[in-house]
């Protein structure tokens, strides 16, 4: 069965409200409206009717089935102020809140906050900062996670071929502990996709191979992954190659359960993350499908602005799939 038949059966017919605050972009609007034929989830686009048609004659869409809510005129707004107030405590007065709420991607996540939508899929438009500070400000994140991070699902050729790499997208440089518990988040994540993990986390260095504090911190943030979530299998330090080759790991970490065939990635900081993926899908010809934002309250999907239709529309239907996992 194919990657994604699976993640659709679950989630078709079960009507997962999706907002999409940037419809006016077609790569966006197109993904809505196949979602919506599929019957995959209810798409609510936010933005202002006309413009949203507009772009739809372009590519002769019809979106008169689709749900729209224009943050101009919409009827909830005043409830929806009151309760950004009350969410950031002191933290945004009445008037900067009306300003705020203006902001396709603060309207849509309060949407999702107020449990009037399921999940939120932007960031084709917008920058990662942008996409994601309301989720970080308005959702936050789940007991016991102290910082959200971004995975990227990293499919092959073959459709056994899958990975998960991570965080490729939001932690510019985690400490140990907040390491660890990307590391734990990523295993989660991983089995969303029927991947039992194997969590490699990374370095230049293979089990003390090489000394510095970057290897020291991969190292520590190992032994807290391993405290925090002792039934999976973790390991680190380890070179890609350890984690990957067999014949790599039997020379460079004999004794390791994960070194050799590991299958969720853990990147010691965001620019070996970022590059790391973009690497892997630019000249290994993997789709990158992501981020997939990790350790929220509800799901929050931040895409890449260099995506593609189907990456909208896949990523869509991960972002429902999370939602139902967490009703
Ligand atoms: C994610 C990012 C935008 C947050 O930066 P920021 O808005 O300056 O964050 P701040 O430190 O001002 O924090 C804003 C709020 O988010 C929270 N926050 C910040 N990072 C967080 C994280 N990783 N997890 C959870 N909450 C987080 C803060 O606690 C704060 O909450 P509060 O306002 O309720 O106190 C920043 O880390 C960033 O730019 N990351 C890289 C993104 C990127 O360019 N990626 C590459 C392309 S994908
Ligand atoms: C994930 C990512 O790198 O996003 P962007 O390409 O939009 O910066």
């Keep these: 069965m194919e990657l994604f038949d699976g993640l659709k059966d679950n989630i078709g017919g ?25 019957n995959l989830v209810e798409p609510i686009l936010i933005g202002n009717i006309d413009k949203i048609k507009e772009v739809a004659g372009t590519r002769g869409l019809s979106i008169d089935n689709l749900e729209i809510i224009d943050p101009e005129n919409y009827a909830g707004f005043d409830n929806m102020v009151a309760s950004f107030i009350e969410r950031r405590k002191g933290k945004a007065t009445e008037d900067q809140a009306r300003t705020i709420l203006k902001d396709e991607n603060y309207f849509g996540t309060m949407l999702v906050f107020m449990d009037l939508a399921d999940g939120l899929v932007s960031g084709a438009v917008h920058s990662t900062g942008d996409t994601i500070r309301p989720a970080l400000q308005i959702i936050k994140t789940k007991p016991g996670v102290s910082r959200t991070s971004g995975a990227f699902l ?73 405290e925090l979530a002792p039934e999976l299998a973790i390991d680190g330090e380890l070179q890609f190659d350890a984690s990957y080759v067999p014949s790599v790991a039997q020379q460079k970490a004999p004794d390791s359960k994960v070194a050799g065939s590991a299958n969720v990635f853990v990147f010691p900081e965001i620019q070996s993350g970022n590059i790391g993926y973009k690497i892997a899908q630019r000249l290994g010809g993997f789709q990158a499908i992501g981020p997939i934002l990790q350790g929220l309250n509800r799901p929050i999907s931040d895409l890449s602005r260099g995506c593609n239709e189907e990456d909208v529309y896949k990523l869509s239907i991960i972002t429902a799939s999370q939602a139902l996992q967490e009703k």
């Design 14 to 38: 079960k009507k997962v409200r999706i907002v999409f605050p940037e419809p006016t972009d077609i790569r966006v609007l197109g993904a809505a409206v196949r979602l919506k034929s599929d």
């Design 154 to 226: 990293m499919v092959g050729n073959r459709d056994s071929e899958k990975y998960i790499f991570s965080d490729c997208a939001i932690n510019i440089n985690p400490d140990a502990q907040a390491l660890a518990e990307i590391a734990v988040e990523s295993a989660k994540t991983a089995e969303i996709f029927g991947i039992d993990p194997k969590v490699a986390l990374l370095s230049f260095s293979t089990k003390g191979s090489a000394k510095s504090e970057e290897v020291t911190k991969v190292a520590e943030a190992t032994k807290i992954a391993q």
